[in-house]
Every structure is written in C-alpha cells, then in structure tokens.
C-alpha cells in the first residue's frame, strides 16, 4: 500500500463534508426563499454553512498536516 493510498478515505471524507454542506446550503436557501423565511433565519442557515466550509477547511489543514509528518 502506497503513502497516498493511506490518505485517501480520509480525503473522501473531507469531499463529502463540504460536497454535503454547499448541498444542504443550496438547499436551505431554495427552501428559505419558497418558504419566506425571515432574514435572520436564512442568515443563521448562511452561518451555519460557512462554519461548515470552515471545518472542511480545518480537516484540510489536517490532513495535509498528517501527509507532511509521514514523508
């Protein structure tokens, strides 16, 4: 087994977080905008995304923090 096959489930995952986060998002925003939702509703849902994309962006770090110690 290969250095890059041991990272790859925990790259899958990280794709996963922020594919399913900007879908939920999209999602939320269609539904708040059908729906009328008040503005501070759909803002709560907008900072909820970008936390999310945040920790997307965290478990990036991360990963590329492992890769960097195995070499």
């Known amino acids: ?3 890059d096959e041991d990272f790859q489930p925990q790259g ?5 977080v922020i594919a399913g ?3 939920a998002w999209v999602i939320l925003t ?7 939702w008040s503005q ?10 970008l936390a999310g994309f945040g920790t ?10 492992m ?3 195995n070499k």
């Open 1 to 3: 087994m290969s250095q």
């Open 56 to 65: 997307g962006i965290w478990m990036i770090y991360g990963l590329w923090r």
């Open 40 to 49: 501070r509703t759909r803002a709560f849902f907008d900072l909820a995304a």
């Open 21 to 23: 986060v900007g879908l």
């Open 30 to 36: 269609g539904l708040g905008a059908a729906l009328d």
């Open 12 to 16: 899958r995952i990280v794709a996963l």
């Open 67 to 69: 890769r960097q110690k």
